[in-house]
């Protein structure tokens, strides 16, 4: 076979929801492209990903062109939350790679409560009140539900 076929859709998905500290996978493909030497890049908040945690196969389709299948495992954080992953993959007789992005929703819960009293002195999360008098409490976290 002498043409070559130019990568018909190069997608991103993300199987299900991003939870902070669970490992996640996220999965590349790329279809409709011959010959089969296509090669994926991954990059993760603006760094390249190191190939450590991707693993890719690249299987023939009953057409006669290629389908790469690239996966990338990382442990979300919730810093990871709001930012960018993206996939690149390139082949050498394609002018420009082909890339999809994703912006990651991770679910994370609070790391830490702030702890304010109207009512009484808070020293190191401690507050001593006398028995009988009111008291009022304020606590703040930080986090994020998605269903």
Known sequence: MCVS?????????????????HEA???????GFYPQNASVLWSHRG???P?????????KSNDGTFQLHSE???SPTATDHGTESSCTV???????????SISLSVSYGPSSA???????????????VEMGSNLSLTCVGDGTLHG
């Open 51 to 59: 190939p450590s945690s991707v693993t890719t196969e690249t299987k």
């Open 47 to 49: 760094d390249q990903v």
């Open 25 to 31: 996978t996220l999965t590349c493909t790329a279809s």
């Open 72 to 74: 990338y495992r990382f």
């Open 90 to 100: 390139s082949h050498p007789d394609w002018s420009d790679g082909r890339t999809d």
């Open 5 to 21: 076929a130019e990568a018909s859709s190069v997608t991103i998905e993300q199987p299900r929801p991003l939870v902070s500290g």
């Open 114 to 128: 702030t702890v304010t009293s109207h009512s009484a002195a808070v020293t190191h999360g401690s507050v001593r």
